[in-house]
């Protein structure tokens, strides 16, 4: 078996420690390449950091044990890598070490490739229990209590470290071209995260014993009801994401309460895009996302932060179809399609801008003219299927008696014209019947895809710790997870893959 990312030229010096003799037979094992391949070197100002926040954790833990002395050495940087790191401190001559970062961080990163949901306690147990994942982490010695993972834990979710290193390997992705930086399009939703709580549920804030009037809170304020059916519903946390369409990697999250509505959450998710990834924000056009935004307000909302266009289908709420008294037309329906009396949907053919109106045409007897070109997502050219010659729709009839009614027994069909006020949930703009339309909002479902891996493969499905900020860790994590096996994919296949399945990895062999 050929690995061939393990030919690239690239700086292993971190990693030849933790090759064994042997490594080849493990090669198929989904964490051994990223482990021994990817450049965690990248992560190096989240390790001084850690450093610096692990020594002032431990010297508040332990202030009234002055004879349990912990060193704040940053071990794994030389001072003269970073003199201005251990100057931070007065370095005492003796005392404990702490654990090296860097295994941590590769446990918990790696952790979700076998199937685990990622959580302090399982990543102990996988480390403790597997000697080949804990020796690709970096354990070499003995390994850490389980105290020393929650703490780890605990100090990169409480100063929002996950996030940093979150931010940092999507611009290292960037830098290395997996991540796309002059994206048309990127796409936008939100999905659920199952939380481990309980709806409403409070706890004390007191030590009084029994009953007592001291306030209480609750136990996690960021959980709501997300209902998906009349059946299914779930208590639940509410993450909003943002992707490229051609890169098919996560680059922004906003994580909300459980019950709020999406069309909220797309002002803050556009926000905090803009704000995390400005030049790719200049470059963006189109925003796709699901009917459920299409709002004036989100379309306002678009064109003010980002300069963009808000790309969604007609959401018809409560509307419903409207009778009309046009020649040969049934009705409009709930969408704004006129229905001829043959049960048809018309056609939009275009609109006139002058006069304010759209133009329908009959779906069976338009005639077949020269195919109109549409420029879609990535500047490719489409042509229509309704209109071009080997595209025409098959099957649609029309009785007799009804082709003279509407149309007059013209060749052509009828031509119905439909002024914009009639209509309102079309968009003037870029109207949701056109071909323009489809092709751009045919690239929204790389999201969903994405949401499916990270779910299934990367553990994002449900978070066991409480509040918002733990939420926002969890969700880092996986994301950075998914941008290291994207990397390791480009690097062997040359094309970035969000799936990091065996067959995936090892296509180009």
Known sequence: MTISILTQTRDFSIQQNLIPHNWQDYADIPFVIPAMCFPWEIFKPIEREYYTLLYLHLKNERAHDPSNEIQPALFSITEEEDKSASSLFHLPSTGRKPHPFMPFFRAFELASLQYIEVMVESVYLQVKSNPLFATMCGFTEKIPSYRSFARFDQIMTTNGLWEKARLLVVEYNKGEGVVETNEEAAAVDT???????????????????????????????????????NAVSYIAHKLSMVCGVRSGLPLTREVFKGNTPDGKTLEPTLETFKAEHPEMAE???????????????????????????????????????????????EKINRYGTPICISGHKMELRGSDRAKGQYIYTCPVFHPNGSPPKIRGVG?????????????????????????????????????FRIDFDQTPQVDVELPQHGRTFEVLYSARTIIERIFGILKDGYSLRRVHKRGKQAVEAHVDRCMISMHIMANMAYYQTGKANCGWTRNRLQRAN
């Open 379 to 415: 500047g490719l050219i489409y042509t229509c299927p309704v209109f071009h010659p080997n595209a025409k729709q098959e099957g649609l009839t029309c009785p007799l008696a009804n082709h003279a009614e509407c149309c007059n027994g013209a060749a052509q069909g009828r031509v």
């Open 283 to 329: 470059q963006l056009s189109f925003i796709l996302a699901d009917g459920i935004y299409q709002t004036p307000e989100n379309q306002k909302v678009t064109k003010d932060v980002l300069q963009a266009k808000l790309v969604a289908p007609i959401n018809p709420r409560n509307r419903k179809d409207k009778p009309t008294t046009a020649r040969g037309i």
């Open 191 to 229: 999905s659920h995260i199952e939380a481990e709580a309980t709806l409403n549920k409070t706890r004390k804030t007191c030590s009084c014993e029994g009953n007592c009037d001291c306030p209480r809170v609750l136990t996690d304020d960021n959980v709501g009801v997300m209902r998906k059916s």
